[in-house]
């Protein structure tokens, strides 16, 4: 099993930045592909992106692409996400997720942490 814990999220105005970290538990981290949701009020949770378990691969919410990065640090068993050009509409409950490599769904899930982005 593993735990996740969210760190770095806020308030920021729009345009600004801020990067989301994830702190996972347990030694098996590296086997876990590694993800990004996020919930705002009244919405339905939406995928934002996600991550390989070598960080050689990258996948994207069109919603974000070009201006979210997510990367990973496998020695610190941490995954980042770093969020550019941030929106009002990017306002959310950001989580963090993990699914062993032959999983369908992602199976763990972080407490959330919010981020807000005001006009």
């Known amino acids: 099993q593993v735990q996740l814990v969210e760190s770095g999220g806020g308030l920021v105005q729009a345009g600004g930045s801020l990067r989301l970290s994830c702190a996972a538990s347990g030694r098996t981290f590296s086997s876990y592909h590694m993800g990004w949701f996020r919930q705002a009020p009244g919405k339905e949770r939406e995928y934002v992106a996600s991550i390989s378990r070598s960080g050689g691969s990258t996948y994207y919410a069109d919603s974000v692409k070009g201006r979210f990065t997510v990367s990973r640090d496998n020695a610190k068993n941490t995954v980042y996400l770093q969020m550019n050009s941030l929106k009002p509409e990017d306002t959310a409950v950001y989580y963090c997720?993990?699914?062993?490599?032959?999983?369908?769904?992602?199976?763990?899930w972080g407490q959330g942490t919010q981020v807000t982005v005001s006009s």
């Open positions: 997720v993990a699914r062993p490599e032959t999983a369908r769904v992602y199976d763990y």
